[in-house]
């Protein structure tokens, strides 16, 4: 069963930083290019960041580059995303999913998700 | 803001049909896929639909994406209460600043 698990959420001053983990399990996690996900309170969801499946290619929102770095381990079966310089609009519930194609493209699409995990910006 | 505009809410009947609109431009849903996810407070978002038109196993046939031109739709047959849940379009962008966007999100309520 294809399982992905963020955590390192949690509550963090304006300015401050955070990294967040996503371990993923039942499939093999090299194949597959991952993304960031966000939803704000009360807004829609929102792309943040994705990496193809060797960190060769990597792209950013935005909203997010220069402050946030998505990167990979795949002997641990894991992503993350350092978030630096947060900010209110930073707040949201953070998704990591699964593309389906192992680069980052115009064709790609997120087959699965995980349940997120709530990043909290104030002071 | 998203880029890819959707109705706030639809809602119907049991066993009617839904339709969810997404309405954007030439580079984004004119020149690439779309694809539809669905989504319940809480739980991890769902893929409904792929590659415009495509299901994924698991995905009742009930569900059913088409795309004309700048705008695509989510069409919602048979309507059931365990379809109520916010619908998101998204596609990729060919803008520099975007890459992957969603709609603004549509919530389908089943009276």
């Known amino acids: 069963e294809v399982q992905l698990v963020e955590s390192g959420g949690g509550l963090v001053q304006p300015g401050g930083s955070l990294k967040l983990s996503c371990a993923a399990s039942?499939?093999?996690?090299?194949?597959?290019?991952i993304h960031w996900v966000r939803q704000a309170p009360g807004k829609g969801l929102e792309w943040v960041s994705g990496?193809?499946?060797?960190?060769?290619?990597?792209a950013y929102a935005g909203s997010v580059r220069g402050r946030f770095t998505i990167s990979r381990d795949n002997a641990k079966n894991s992503l993350y995303l350092q978030m630096n310089s947060l900010g209110p609009e930073d707040m949201a519930i953070y998704y990591c999913?699964?593309?389906?194609?192992?680069?980052?493209?115009?064709?790609?699409?997120?087959?699965?998700w995980g349940r997120g995990t709530l990043v909290t910006v104030s002071s | 803001q998203s880029v890819l505009t959707q109705p706030p809410s639809a809602s119907g009947t049991p066993g009617q049909r839904v339709t969810i609109s997404c309405s954007g431009s030439?580079?984004?849903?004119?020149?690439?896929?779309i694809n539809w996810y669905q989504h319940l407070p809480g739980t991890a978002p769902k893929l409904l639909i792929y590659?415009?038109?495509q299901r994924p196993s698991g995905v009742p046939d009930r569900f059913s994406g088409s795309k004309s031109g700048t705008s695509a739709s989510l069409a919602i047959s048979g309507l059931q209460s365990e379809d109520e849940a916010e619908y998101y379009c998204?596609?990729?962008?060919?803008?520099?600043?975007?890459?992957?966007?969603f709609g603004t999100g549509t919530k389908v309520t089943v009276l």
């Open positions: 999913a699964r593309d389906r194609r192992p680069i980052v493209a115009a064709t790609s699409y997120f087959d699965f």
């Open positions: 039942g499939f093999t996690f090299d194949d597959y290019a």
């Open positions: 990496i193809s499946w060797n960190s060769g290619n990597i």
């Open positions: 030439s580079s984004n849903v004119g020149a690439n896929p």
């Open positions: 590659t415009t038109n």
């Open positions: 998204a596609t990729w962008d060919d803008s520099l600043n975007v890459f992957y966007v």
